[in-house]
């Protein structure tokens, strides 16, 4: 008797029954989700992973960074996993689907082996890793980039919060929540990564397709913009004599914003944040912080606007001072050309219309694709709206795209991946 492929024991309806569920850690009013990193909310999910993970019987894990490890034994328990997931934090206004498809996909897969009755000769592991989003501690993807060793543990300890709390004390915290979740030592071996994601854009859907394969991901450079002014009355305070900071944030926001446009529409070019003092409307601002994300498919060209932000932030300064500090640079990249051919081989496999993608936003698969072997696969959202209440994907898309996950794991767990 023929063995059925590892896809048709994929559940489309209990993956969905789980996203509805992780979904109420978190909601909000409109249907999106609120669960940032390290958060009571993301607390109370990351449990609930751990719940439905021992009652298939994997082994939930932790590390010094907090991501959670949910471990379906292999044949061979030496050999080194393969590593399936993605993320459960959110955005403040995210939606159901970012990050956490990944990571139910990955269970899914788990799932369907323990139906099919087999076990794969290398372990597989579900992976959810600690702050992609890096909406309250900036930057994102701290748990993987800590795993890969792309960054120091005390580096990432020591970033706050808006509100004053760093990293040490939220870790501390979810950390102690855990119960009966063994540590492991940061950065264990790994044959390889797989991640899974909606896409958070709008080609899938245009073209008609359920899966892409994605060849790689946009290179992103970061910064942090400081202009300090002084306070000043806002009735009394003659403009020859004040020194506006948020002014002079607005004028450098304004050239920064010209100067990184390009008749292509290729640079992305974001301010998301910005922070005044006082913060009252009638007093000078004293102090502006603002934040900038640069993105770009090109590295030559990602580093040439890249260098000229601080000088253009100097120029229009005027009276105010400024200070520009680089918080990440990470140049674009491609995805293995075998991992890509095993991912695309399972989308045909299952059926599933496919094509080949870029990636526009970054992911956790950036830091583990200088780790070990790695792939990345999309489904679509509607209307490519992500990073909002609004974000939505099919029940259809998510089981073929576990069902793609689980297919290419089946081939990676039994045979390693190529390098």
């Not at 249907?31 to 607390?43: C, F, M, P």
């Not at 034994?73 to 206004?93: T, Y």
């Not at 640079?329 to 993608?357: C, E, T, Y």
Request: include cysteine; charge should be neutral; hydrophobic fraction near 45%.
């Amino acid at each position: 008797m023929a063995t059925l492929p590892i896809a048709q024991f994929v559940d489309g309806e209990r993956l969905w029954q789980r996203h509805m569920a992780l979904a109420r850690f978190g909601a909000l009013a409109n249907g999106g989700v609120n669960r940032q990193a390290l958060s009571e909310e993301e607390i109370a999910a990351r449990a609930e992973l751990v719940r439905w993970g021992r009652a298939i019987g994997l082994a939930p894990f932790t590390d010094a960074a907090g991501n959670l490890f949910l471990r379906l034994e292999g044949r061979d328990p030496s050999l080194p996993p393969v590593l399936v997931g993605s993320h459960i934090d959110s955005q403040p206004s995210g939606g159901k689907f970012d990050g956490v498809f990944g990571v139910l996909a990955a269970l899914e897969v788990q799932e369907a082996f323990r139906a099919s009755g087999r076990t794969p000769l290398r372990a597989i592991e579900t992976v959810a890793w600690m702050n992609e989003e890096g909406s309250r501690f900036a930057p994102g993807m701290m748990g993987s980039a800590l795993y890969a060793g792309a960054r120091s543990v005390a580096e990432v300890l020591a970033v706050r919060d808006p509100a004053g709390e760093s990293v040490e004390t939220a870790l501390k915290a979810l950390l102690a929540r855990d119960v009966d979740v063994p540590h492991r030592a940061l950065g264990r071996p790994a044959a390889a990564f797989l991640e899974a994601h909606i896409e958070q854009g709008p080609v899938l859907e245009l073209e008609g397709k359920t899966v892409g394969v994605v060849t790689g991901i946009q290179g992103k450079r970061t910064f942090r913009a400081t202009v300090t002014g002084e306070e000043n009355h806002a009735g009394t305070a003659p403009r020859s004599v004040r020194r506006d900071a948020l002014l002079a944030a607005a004028a450098m926001i304004g050239a920064l914003d010209v100067a990184m446009r390009d008749a292509e529409d290729v640079t992305r070019f974001t301010v998301g944040r910005l922070e005044v003092t006082p913060n009252a409307p009638s007093v000078v601002a004293a102090k502006a912080v603002f934040s900038i994300d640069l993105r770009h498919p090109d590295a030559g060209t990602l580093q040439r606007l890249g260098d000229r932000i601080a000088d253009i932030c100097r120029a229009q300064a005027g009276p105010c001072e400024v200070a520009v500090a680089q918080l990440l640079h990470d140049p674009p990249l491609s995805f293995p050309r075998d991992i890509r051919n095993i991912l695309a081989k399972a989308a045909a496999a299952v059926g599933a219309p496919w094509m080949a993608i870029a990636s526009g936003a970054g992911h956790d698969a950036r830091y583990l694709h200088y780790f070990c072997p790695t792939g990345m696969i999309f489904v679509p959202c509607r209307n490519g709206i992500s990073h909002n209440e609004a974000e939505w994907a099919e029940k259809d898309h998510l089981a073929a795209g576990a069902r793609v996950l689980a297919e290419a794991a089946a081939v990676l767990a039994s045979n390693g991946a190529p390098r």
